[in-house]
């Protein structure tokens, strides 16, 4: 992009949020990039700029102080194709704003339902393709709660008895499972009138 153009060039496109950018150009070495010395005290991303730097975050939103980066106490919890996100209730415009990094699914998985366990702080979803109930923690880890299950695409967390109730639209039932995985139980609470 030269100065002064109005046309923009992409060079390098990912669905990855990139945590860092650098622009070499050898006519152009000289001067002082402030990031270079601890970040310019930026707790994400510190973007230089000609004499001076700014900083900026890749996930929640600039903290007063124009350094550090808060995450929000409200946020809502979206599945999409390959991930699950965290993103801003008060959101203005038309995209979503992560506030923490995406938690990223396995392989081939595809989350559909969602829920939160407020007491055990884990993300519960449905994966359809392979008809299971997936717990997932805050950094990633994911463990399969209930599996030989058909189409799940509703989900309830009840936080207080440990269990997970579902509509499961393959075979016409509301069924539970212990959200622990505990106890094998796997029952249609309703089977008919659906």
Excluded at 43 to 60: D, F, M, R, V
Excluded at 74 to 79: E, P
Excluded at 128 to 147: F, K, M, P, Y
């Amino acid at each position: 992009i030269g100065a002064g153009s109005a046309t923009t060039s992409i060079y390098y496109s990912t669905s990855s949020v990139p945590y860092g950018i650098s622009l070499y150009e050898t006519s152009r070495t000289g001067g002082t990039n402030r990031c270079t010395s601890s970040n310019h005290g930026c707790s994400q991303l510190c973007l230089p700029e000609p004499g001076k730097a700014t900083c900026a975050c890749a996930y929640g939103t600039l903290h007063p102080d124009g350094k550090s980066c808060e995450v929000p106490d409200q946020y809502f919890l979206v599945a999409t194709n390959n991930a699950i996100r965290r993103v801003l209730i008060k959101e203005t415009g038309g995209d979503l704003k992560d506030v923490l990094e995406p938690i990223w699914l396995d392989d081939g998985r595809v989350a559909i339902a969602i829920d939160y366990n407020a007491k055990s702080e884990m993300i519960y979803y449905s994966d359809v393709g392979t008809g299971q109930i997936v717990e997932v923690s805050s950094n990633g880890t994911q463990r399969v709660v209930a599996d030989g299950l058909g189409v799940v695409d509703g989900i309830a967390v009840d936080w207080t008895s440990d269990l997970i109730y579902y509509t499961d639209t393959s075979h016409n039932v509301i069924g539970v499972v212990y959200a622990s995985g505990a106890h094998g139980l796997k029952k249609a609470v309703v089977e008919s009138g659906l």
